[in-house]
């Protein structure tokens, strides 16, 4: 029993090891892959937030002088396209960042292998539980 029990020790050992160097390993794919994500994103933001007030400004008094609107409607019309902008690049800021963390999946998919090879390797080892049969009484009758 020993000698099982320092041999599954030791492979959960290993496999801890070979566990971290996967997660190590997809670590630097994601970042690779986060890295010009993330450099779009803060770009992104912070160009939207430099220009877009004096570009919607520009749109909205453009409006009013042109076309004759009220400036209701002027700043209405350019804040709605401000915000459909915005959207379209959240939009694929969302989706260049949902993607960078799919190279977590091997190790995801690694972890649940082991976890279920060492459940399996686990229930081998324990011996069956011995029941002994008691035998217990049908009906006990109450004093009243």
């Given at each position: 029993?020993?000698?099982?029990?320092?041999?599954?020790?030791r492979d959960v050992v290993e496999l801890t090891e070979l566990q971290g160097k996967l997660v190590a390993i997809d670590a630097v794919t994601a970042?690779?892959?986060?890295?010009?994500?993330?450099?779009?994103?803060v770009?992104?933001?912070?160009v939207l937030l430099a220009c877009l007030p004096i570009v919607l400004l520009i749109g909205a008094y453009a409006?009013?002088?042109?076309a004759g609107w009220s400036h209701t409607a002027g700043m209405a019309?350019?804040?709605g396209g401000g915000l459909v902008i915005a959207s379209m690049l959240?939009?694929?800021a969302y989706y260049r960042l949902k993607t960078m963390l799919e190279p977590?999946?091997?190790?995801?998919?690694?972890?649940?292998?082991?976890?279920?090879w060492l459940?399996?390797?686990?229930?081998?080892?324990?011996p069956a539980p011995h029941r002994e049969h008691v035998e217990r009484p049908r009906e006990v009758a109450m004093p009243s």
């Open positions: 029993m020993a000698a099982s029990f320092s041999e599954l020790a970042w690779q892959r986060m890295k010009g994500g993330l450099l779009l994103v770009v992104g933001a912070c409006l009013i002088e042109f019309v350019a804040g959240l939009a694929v977590f999946n091997r190790s995801r998919e690694e972890l649940s292998d082991n976890l279920a459940k399996a390797k686990l229930q081998r080892a324990q």
